[in-house]
C-alpha cells in the first residue's frame, strides 16, 4: 500500500526499492533527501543493533524492523550547489533498498498495513470483524492482543532509547498468527521517519557520528507525537467508531484498553519511571498538529528551501489521560 515502494512479486525474497516521486501529499514533496538517502545503512545497523541486544525487543516483541541496507542519490549539477534552491529539486534521483517482509515472516504467519484495519468492503463490513470473527476471541480479547502487539515495542524504543517510528497506517505492519490474531509488529521506513530526543541519554552515547548528523531531533514533549499522531489520531482514532459499530466495543473501552496497555508496560519497567514522566504518554492535552493548517496559512504552495514542520494549533483531550472523556 505505498505508492513508490516497489516489491518484486515473483521473487519476494528480493529487496524492495523505494524511489523518490514528484508528489507533493500532506506535507512534503516525497522526494528523497541526500544526506539521510546515503546514511540509511548506518541508520539501520544502528537501529537493528539496540534490537539484537536488548533482550525485550528482541526475544519478547519479537519485533521486525525492515532495514534500508543500500542506498544512492545523484546530485543535481545545478540545484544542488543553490542554498535556495527549492528542496524538492535536491532530491528527485535516489534508489534505497529495503530488506523484504515475507523471509522474516514464521510459518503460518501473515502480515497487512496497519492502513487494512480501516478498510470496509462495498456492503459496509469491516475488514477488522472478519479478523475477530476468523480468530474465534471476544472482540475486547482480539483488541488486546492487537495493542500488546503494536505498543510494547514501539514504548521500548521511546522510553529507553528516547528513538521514534513513525507508526502510521503504512510504516506499521501487524504480523497475525495462523488464527488470524495479532502476534508482533514490523516496522519500516527509518530515512524519513525515525526521530531521537534533543534531551542527552546515556544510550545515545553509542550512535554512530554519521547516524547522529542526520536523524531529527524532538523534544521529549513532541516526541511523543509520532505516536500520538500517526498510531492514535491517525489510525486508532478511526479504528474505534468502527469497533464501536461493528464489534460493539464502545470508545471508551476501547481508549481503555490502550491506556491498560500502556500502564502494563509502565508496570513492566519500574525502573524507567522518570523516562514514562520524561516521555508523557498519558498527558492530559496533546497538542494539535494540523497538515492542512501549512498548506492554508503557512507556506500555501509556495517553494522553499528546506521542508517545513507540521503546524501545531491548540490542544485536545487524551483519550489515554483518566479524566478525560471523548469529545467530537
Known amino acids: 500500500q505505498s505508492v513508490r515502494t516497489f516489491a518484486n512479486v515473483s521473487r519476494p525474497d528480493r529487496h524492495t526499492v523505494k524511489l523518490p516521486l514528484s508528489i507533493l501529499n500532506t506535507l512534503v514533496w516525497r522526494g528523497l533527501p541526500t544526506e539521510r538517502t546515503l546514511a540509511a545503512p548506518a541508520v539501520t545497523a544502528w537501529v537493528q543493533g539496540l534490537c539484537e541486544n536488548d533482550p525485550f ?3 519478547t516483541c519479537r519485533v521486525i524492523l525492515l532495514g534500508e541496507v543500500a542506498s544512492v542519490t545523484v546530485e543535481h549539477p545545478l540545484y544542488d550547489h543553490l542554498p535556495e534552491a527549492p528542496y524538492q529539486y535536491k532530491e528527485i534521483l535516489g534508489t534505497i533498498w529495503r530488506e523484504p517482509l515475507p523471509p522474516r515472516l514464521a510459518p503460518g504467519e501473515r502480515a497487512r498495513t496497519l492502513a487494512s484495519l480501516l478498510h470496509t468492503d462495498p456492503a459496509g463490513r469491516a475488514f477488522t470483524a472478519e479478523l475477530v470473527e476468523r480468530s474465534g ?3 475486547a480479547a482480539w483488541l488486546t492482543r492487537l495493542f500488546a502487539a ?3 515495542p514501539l514504548l521500548h524504543f521511546l522510553y529507553r ?3 521514534v517510528f513513525s507508526p502510521h497506517g503504512e510504516n506499521a505492519i501487524v504480523v497475525f498468527d495462523e488464527n488470524d490474531v495479532p502476534v508482533r509488529l514490523a516496522i519500516k521506513d527509518f530515512v524519513d521517519d525515525v526521530n531521537i530526543s534533543a534531551h542527552p541519554l546515556p544510550e545515545h552515547d553509542t550512535m554512530p557520528d554519521e547516524v547522529r548528523e542526520v536523524l531529527l531531533t524532538e523534544e521529549p514533549s513532541f516526541l511523543t507525537q509520532f505516536i500520538h499522531s500517526g498510531l ?3 489510525v486508532f482514532r478511526y479504528l474505534s467508531p ?5 464489534l460493539g466495543v464502545g470508545e471508551d473501552e ?3 484498553l490502550v491506556r491498560a496497555e500502556i500502564v502494563r508496560h509502565h508496570a513492566r519497567f519500574p525502573e524507567l519511571k522518570e523516562r514514562f514522566e520524561l516521555f508523557d504518554m498519558l498527558t492530559p492535552e496533546i497538542e494539535r498538529l494540523c497538515l492542512n493548517r501549512n498548506r492554508l496559512h503557512v507556506d500555501g ?7 517545513p514542520h507540521a503546524a501545531i494549533h491548540g490542544t485536545v483531550p487524551n483519550p489515554l489521560h483518566p479524566a478525560a472523556r471523548i469529545r467530537e
Open 301 to 307: 504552495y509556495r517553494d522553499r528551501s528546506s521542508r
Open 150 to 152: 503494536l505498543l510494547p
Open 254 to 256: 476501547f481508549w481503555s
Open 161 to 163: 532509547y528516547g528513538t
Open 242 to 246: 468502527l469497533c464501536e459499530e461493528q
Open 57 to 59: 525487543l528482541r526475544d
Open 232 to 234: 492514535f489520531v491517525g
Open 137 to 139: 476471541l471476544t472482540p
